[in-house]
């Protein structure tokens, strides 16, 4: 079983940096893409950032010019860079995974744990 952390959340004030880390591990797989979702109270859960294998990215209209996400290709950890942040980013952000799981020779997804993201002064 693929397992996710996520790690780097918390308080910060509006205007502020944060650096969302999420390392996967477990049996063997190979990753297709990976993201980073948020849900806030009483919404939808939403894609923030995505990206590929091959490093294409994609993000929410939202976030853009903001967020950033990159993926350590030896380590598949996978970074959201949150600069200036607002009070609507407030939420719990999880991070998500699409991979091959090479012992069984299919694809499937996992999800983590999630982690609080709280702007606010």
């Known amino acids: 079983q693929v397992q996710l952390v996520e790690s780097g959340g918390g308080l910060v004030q509006p205007g502020g940096p944060l650096r969302l880390s999420c390392g996967p591990s477990?049996?063997?797989?190979?990753?297709?893409?990976m993201g980073w979702y948020r849900q806030a109270p009483g919404k939808q859960r939403e894609l923030v950032a995505s990206i590929t294998r091959g490093g294409s990215t994609n993000y929410a209209d939202s976030v853009k010019g903001r967020f950033t996400i990159s993926r350590d290709s030896a380590k598949n950890v996978v970074h959201l860079q949150m600069n200036s942040l607002r009070p609507e980013d407030t939420a719990v952000y999880y991070c998500?995974?699409?991979?091959?799981?090479?012992?069984?020779?299919?694809?499937?997804?996992?999800w983590g744990q999630g982690t609080q993201v709280t702007v606010s002064s």
């Open positions: 477990g049996s063997l797989f190979s990753i297709i893409a």
């Open positions: 998500h995974a699409d991979f091959l799981d090479l012992g069984r020779d299919v694809v499937d997804d996992c």
